[in-house]
């Protein structure tokens, strides 16, 4: 049973709660990348776009890697998350040995040498941004349950099943509406 927080942190989980109604966020997984008193950012981690980084970035090495949905701010803007700690320098830790972002350069080097592969980075177009005070207020509201990030393995776990797996293991009500349609209507 994955640990739920009260309070969500730097590396924690915001899971989307099955009726939050916003459809930017419905059934999805952000991980925290930062939470102070000024505000959050994460990056929606189970949503895979159509394109792939070949696709998007220019004169960037060749690299199948599939980008997701970040967010709803700065869409065209793109981020990276990674656990390659210090040989990306420049990269902020979020916790253990999960980083946010580096230089591209060394970037580049690594996969032109094939030292990255799927299971240690993933790339996003936009993120996810609250005010202060906001992501507080939409968990007190319900919105989302906040869990420890070890609940999934971002760069392992399949994503179109993150959502699921979570609600199936956090219990109580969640596993029904785990396995229920985007709009119940349709049942």
Known sequence: MPNVLNKPQKGSLLVAEP???????????????????EGSVGFVINKPL??????????????????????PVQQDSLFFLHNKGNLIPGGELI????????????????????????????FFLGYSGWGGGQLDLEIDEKSWLVLEHETIDMFKDTPSEMWKNIMMGVGGSYPLWANSPMDPNLN
Not at 23 to 31: A, I, P, S
Not at 50 to 64: K, Q, R
């Open 95 to 122: 916790k253990d040995d999960l980083y946010w972002g580096g230089d591209l350069e060394p970037l580049k080097e690594m996969i032109k040498l094939g030292l990255i592969d799927q299971e240690n980075i993933r």
């Open 19 to 37: 009726f939050l109604g916003d459809t930017n966020f419905d059934r999805t997984v952000v991980l925290l990348t930062e939470h102070n008193e």
């Open 50 to 71: 159509e394109l792939t980084l070949d696709e998007v970035v220019i004169g960037f090495p060749s690299f199948e890697s599939r980008i997701y949905h970040g967010g």
